[in-house]
């Protein structure tokens, strides 16, 4: 579990599913993610069950759940495995009530902190849709530098990529 000033920021958990459902619901939240809705509860079940534990089992990483130090979920952040590019990327996803509230900003620093300090990793990316202001902003913010565009052969989407090294990696603490 990370903590920071304001909030918790843990291993997603079995009874987070309807709230990850409930974010994934919002159009405006899903819309420049690339990724889907899934259509029921047990969808939500599944992929913490096959994929978010399993992945902090395995890697001591993962999209971790970001609440306030009272509970109240905010979304997720966190560092995620791809195996088949070897790469570690940082992702973000908020309840749109609690955006320009600086809780990506702030948890995202931590899940860096984390991932170059506690797992000593070397690299650190980020990928965020060119018209996605807000992330780009987050990405910028946390320090990590523009490195291009980037094309998945399954997505005919460009994504723009940031990356940081271990050594350009700059926080108290
Ligand atoms: C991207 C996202 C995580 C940002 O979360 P957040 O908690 O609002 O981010 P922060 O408050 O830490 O920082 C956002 C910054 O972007 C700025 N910003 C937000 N919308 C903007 C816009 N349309 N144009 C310019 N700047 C914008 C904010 O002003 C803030 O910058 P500032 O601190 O200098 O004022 C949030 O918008 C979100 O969950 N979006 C939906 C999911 C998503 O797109 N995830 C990223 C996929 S790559």
């Given at each position: 579990?990370?903590?920071?000033?304001?909030?918790?920021?843990?291993?997603?958990?079995?009874?987070?599913?309807?709230?990850?459902?409930d974010l994934n619901s919002d159009p405006e939240v899903m819309r420049y993610t690339g990724d889907v809705e899934f259509s029921n509860i047990v969808e939500y079940q599944n992929l913490i069950r096959e994929r978010l534990i399993p992945q902090f089992k395995t890697h001591k990483m993962g999209r971790f759940s970001v609440?306030?130090?009272?509970?109240?979920?905010?979304?997720?952040?966190?560092?995620?495995?791809?195996?088949?590019?070897?790469?570690?990327?940082?992702?973000?996803?908020?309840?749109?009530?609690?955006?320009?509230?600086?809780?990506?900003?702030?948890?995202?620093?931590?899940?860096?902190?984390?991932?170059?300090?506690?797992?000593?990793?070397?690299?650190?990316?980020?990928?965020?849709?060119?018209?996605?202001?807000?992330?780009?902003?987050?990405?910028?913010?946390?320090?990590?530098?523009?490195?291009?565009?980037?094309?998945?052969?399954?997505?005919?989407?460009?994504?723009?990529?940031?990356?940081?090294?271990?050594?350009?990696?700059?926080?108290?603490?």
């Amino acid at each position: 579990m990370l903590v920071t000033d304001r909030l918790i920021i843990r291993p997603t958990v079995m009874e987070d599913a309807p709230l990850l459902m409930d974010l994934n619901s919002d159009p405006e939240v899903m819309r420049y993610t690339g990724d889907v809705e899934f259509s029921n509860i047990v969808e939500y079940q599944n992929l913490i069950r096959e994929r978010l534990i399993p992945q902090f089992k395995t890697h001591k990483m993962g999209r971790f759940s970001v609440t306030l130090k009272n509970g109240t979920f905010l979304g997720w952040c966190g560092l995620k495995y791809f195996p088949e590019t070897d790469e570690v990327d940082l992702g973000y996803r908020f309840m749109k009530k609690f955006w320009g509230l600086g809780y990506a900003s702030e948890s995202g620093l931590e899940c860096l902190k984390y991932g170059f300090k506690t797992l000593g990793l070397k690299r650190i990316i980020g990928k965020a849709m060119p018209e996605n202001t807000a992330s780009i902003k987050v990405l910028q913010k946390l320090g990590m530098t523009f490195r291009g565009y980037v094309h998945d052969p399954t997505d005919p989407q460009a994504f723009i990529l940031y990356e940081m090294k271990q050594g350009e990696f700059k926080c108290e603490g």
